[in-house]
């Protein structure tokens, strides 16, 4: 069983519903993507204090403007400024707590910190099972088979690879993961050990969908580029950038698991 | 080997190029027997397609003989002789699960591409441009087929080549596209576009059931052809308003089902043409639409407009407005071909009944050496050159 980690992530509401579930069916085993201390189950302040402020001034704006209307538009900016107040007082944003973000202390309790890492969320439906999926995914020596990025994984034991990886700019990249939760046929997530080359994690979640219409496969990464975020920014500007590789590799994936190979006309686009 | 390769606009040559090699299990190569230039090949020949490179190879109406398969297809041997669909499906994904073999999920390498243009992407399409996969088409002497397992069809030895090429694309095409019509006793279908695919939809309306069916080019020639193999009655838009006409001759009602199998260059005069026409000579818009224009307009209240014709980019002055207030029904897309090829086969052999021969709409044919030339004729003279096949 994994060792328990100090630091946290927390993606989304979304997650967190999911993988509370987690941790009450596997007792504490598993507390890693999802994991949330019981203190912030209640609704926690997550915005500054300059910010509410301003909500508070707004929305009292809002309301002011509201009362010269005397139509619908004046109700609903009257319930604008009223949810604004409440933010304000409160200190609680509800979008916020759905994306995970906190404004309200300057730490994240994220292991990267929204304002530096990179996130990319996509999902995909493959027409598999999600047992076929989940097999061939834990095998992290497949990966570099459809991922065009990855160089190689060695799998140490259980919990522990080692992964070597093309960053951006051509850059040799490569950091030591963790897994840190994970239920068969349902999900992984993954993070690099401290201290890593490069900061990331990701989780792969694997939904069957009814009808005879396969899995959906939500795959959610996020990593801290080496370099910083400049670095990353040039890299996209030649295509190089997470979410396009991202992209790609997911269509591998795909690719890979329908049809069992990679359909291609590299070898003679042009006959040339 | 030799092949035709496109070098830029109006500039195809038959030139040397290496053979092509398996790469994937699922491969086979195949040996050209025939090939054919398709109306949407000019498309191509004229620079209307986006993301072709200098040295493509074109075709994608081929069929001949398999000389090499992958350590994964099962179901052909050597020296099988095989019609090849020019829609590439992997035939395990969602669409082609559900016989959507055109909008094949996987066997676009360059989907990501296509997501971006279109929001989605459709399935992979030989010697199409590399928005559709850059894969080498079949103007050649050989070819490589990608999931050789579920394209290929085998065709039985006594039938010729030309009777049956055009179930790679055109006839499966025409007859779609009289299926989307949904063709009910009694009804009228009007054909705008008397080419090849024009041709066969005409064919397959009667097929369908259709109670008669009017055929509408400005090409003499492609018009006696419907009139005396479609048995079409037949409408000249140079020579009759074709609005006023169809109205006439259909009591007011307007045809039931309307086929536009002319696609995205349209010809005409008309103030709408002359517009597309200077808009796209500048760049500002892709697609010519008069044909479109014209089918929804004419079209029954509640009627179907059906569209074989090739379209590619944003349509302008569509008349969404006629549409919606007749509430008429829209169908498109590329052609499932292999949900066709063995009803239409059938038709072919005739099964009892005196078969249906698609080689009567071959005008031309040359060796492919020749193909320059060929291209140019096609393109220039679409009176007499209605289809051209290629001999490798």
């Known amino acids: 069983m994994p060792k ?108 990267i910190r929204s304002k530096e890492g990179i996130k990319v969320e996509r999902s995909v439906t493959i027409n598999r099972s999600p047992q076929d999926l989940y097999t061939f995914w834990r095998d992290f020596d497949n990966l570099p088979r459809v991922m065009s990025h990855l160089k190689e994984v060695d799998v140490y034991d259980q919990l522990r690879s080692r992964w070597v990886a093309v960053g951006p700019l051509g850059k040799e990249v490569e950091w030591e993961a963790e897994i840190i939760n994970e239920r068969e046929n349902e999900m992984i997530s993954w993070q690099s050990v401290p201290n890593s080359q490069i900061d990331t994690a990701g989780s792969v979640r694997f939904t069957p969908l009814s009808f005879d219409r396969g899995t959906r496969v939500t795959i959610s990464m996020q990593y801290k580029p080496p370099g910083g975020k400049f670095v990353a920014k040039l890299a996209s500007l030649f295509g190089q950038d997470l979410e396009s590789k991202l992209i790609d590799d997911i269509y591998n994936f795909k690719r890979m698991m329908e049809t069992q190979e990679l359909p291609t006309s590299a070898a003679q686009p042009s006959g040339r | 080997m030799k092949a035709v390769r496109w070098l830029g606009k109006q500039d195809v040559r038959t030139e040397e190029v290496p053979d092509p090699i398996l790469i994937n299990p699922r491969d086979a190569i195949i040996r050209v027997t025939s090939t054919a230039i398709c109306g949407s090949d000019l498309h191509l020949y004229n620079g209307m397609i986006p993301t072709m490179k200098e040295g493509d190879i074109l075709g994608h109406e081929f069929m001949g003989e398999v000389v090499e398969v992958g350590s994964s297809v099962k179901n052909l041997s ?83 080549d030309e009777q049956v090429l055009f179930l790679s694309d055109i006839l499966p095409t025409g007859y779609m596209a009289a299926e989307n019509c949904h063709i009910q006793p009694g009804d009228t279908v009007a054909v705008w576009g008397c080419g090849p695919v024009g041709q066969f939809a005409i064919q397959s309306a009667w097929w369908l059931g259709a109670e008669r069916v009017i055929a509408i080019d400005h090409y003499t020639k492609r018009l006696e052809l419907a009139a005396s193999l479609g048995k079409a009655e037949t409408i000249d838009f140079d020579r009759e308003d074709v609005y006023e006409r169809l109205l006439q001759m259909t009591g007011g009602l307007g045809p039931d089902a309307c086929i536009d199998a002319v696609g995205l260059e349209a010809h005409g005069t008309s103030v709408d043409a002359v517009y597309d026409r200077v808009k796209q000579a500048t760049y500002l818009g892709t697609d010519r639409i008069h ?12 009627g179907t407009v059906s569209i074989p014709g090739v379209y590619g980019g944003l349509l302008d002055k569509v008349p969404f407005g006629s549409a919606f207030a007749k509430g008429l029904h829209m169908e498109m897309g590329q052609t499932h071909v292999h949900r066709y090829l063995q009803p239409l086969l059938d038709k072919i052999q005739g099964n009892g009944h005196p078969g249906y021969d698609p080689s009567q709409i071959i005008t031309h044919r040359f060796p492919l050496e020749e193909a320059a030339e060929a291209y140019k004729l096609f393109n220039e003279d679409k009176n007499t050159c209605i289809k051209v096949v290629l001999k490798p």
């Not at chain 1, 201390?37 to 929305?59: D, F, Q, W, Y």
């Not at chain 1, 900016?77 to 409160?90: D, K, M, N, P």
């Not at chain 2, 014209?294 to 509640?302: D, E, H, P, T």
Request: aromatic share 10%.
């Open chain 2, 291 to 302: 044909a479109l224009r014209q089918a929804i307009y004419c079209c029954r209240k509640g």
């Open chain 2, 78 to 160: 050597v020296g099988d002789r095989v019609v090849v669909p020019f829609t590439i499906a992997c035939g395990n994904c969602f669409f082609c699960k559900r016989k959507l073999w055109s909008l094949c999920d996987n066997s676009n390498p360059n989907a990501p591409m296509l997501d971006e243009v279109y929001g989605h992407s459709g399935s992979g399409l030989f010697g199409y441009s590399h928005l559709y996969g850059g894969y080498a088409g079949g103007q050649a002497e050989y070819v490589r087929v990608p999931f050789a397992d579920v394209g290929p069809f085998k065709i039985p030895d006594d039938i010729p």
């Open chain 1, 4 to 111: 328990t980690r100090k630091q946290t992530t927390d993606h989304s509401t979304h997650h967190r519903k999911r993988l509370r579930t987690t941790t009450n069916i596997d007792g504490d085993k598993f507390r890693g993507f999802g994991y949330q201390p019981a203190a912030s189950k209640r609704k926690t302040v997550n915005v500054g204090p300059i910010e509410r402020t301003i909500s508070i001034l707004g929305g009292s704006s809002l309301i002011a403007a509201a009362a010269e209307r005397r139509n619908w538009s004046g109700v609903v900016l009257s319930c604008l400024g009223a949810g604004l107040i409440r933010r304000g007082w409160t200190g609680h944003c509800s979008g916020y707590a759905f994306l995970g973000v906190n404004h309200a202390d300057g730490k994240s309790t994220s292991s």
